[in-house]
């Protein structure tokens, strides 16, 4: 009786998580990560994720959750009707030297699981990054 019970309830378990609808079913990002390169250290930058809504009808992007406080994402207001574009601008305020990956988490509304948006890179410190920029004969990575 046990294991009819368990496997009922393992049957259900399954059967809801495959149910669950995926914010990528209603909205397409043009691309979902970006890679800011080498940036100087303070020098804030940000970026466009563009989007198209492909569902049927109007969306609304609910909320657009940064990993932590140095990544602020800025998501559009309203909805947005069936076939149109937007974007979420992603920006990242550099303070501190070394390596970064972070995320921020859309949430569509009435969509149970959110699509992950991702932004790397290398912040240098101001010495590191002339020397970066001396090498590359002087261009600007990170304004892109």
């Known amino acids: 009786m046990k294991r009819v019970l368990l496997f009922a309830g ?9 149910a669950q609808k995926k914010a990528e079913d209603v909205v397409k990002f043009k691309e979902t990560a970006h890679d800011f390169g080498k940036i ?3 020098t804030p930058v940000t970026y466009n994720f563009e989007f198209t809504n492909t ?3 109007p969306v609304v992007i609910e909320s657009a959750s940064p990993s932590c406080g140095c990544t602020t994402p800025v998501k559009p207001e309203g909805a947005i009707a069936k076939g149109k574009d937007d974007k979420i601008i992603a920006g990242f305020n550099a303070a501190a030297p070394g390596p970064f990956n972070k995320t921020i988490a859309i949430k569509v509304a009435g969509i149970d ?12 410190s101001a010495d590191d990054y002339a020397k970066f920029q ?11």
């Open 10 to 18: 393992a049957l259900i378990l399954s059967a809801s998580l495959f």
């Open 40 to 42: 100087k250290q303070g």
């Open 55 to 57: 569902s049927d009808g």
């Open 113 to 124: 699981l959110p699509v992950t948006l991702r932004i790397t890179g290398m912040v240098l």
């Open 134 to 144: 001396s090498g590359q004969g002087g261009a600007k990575p990170g304004s892109r």
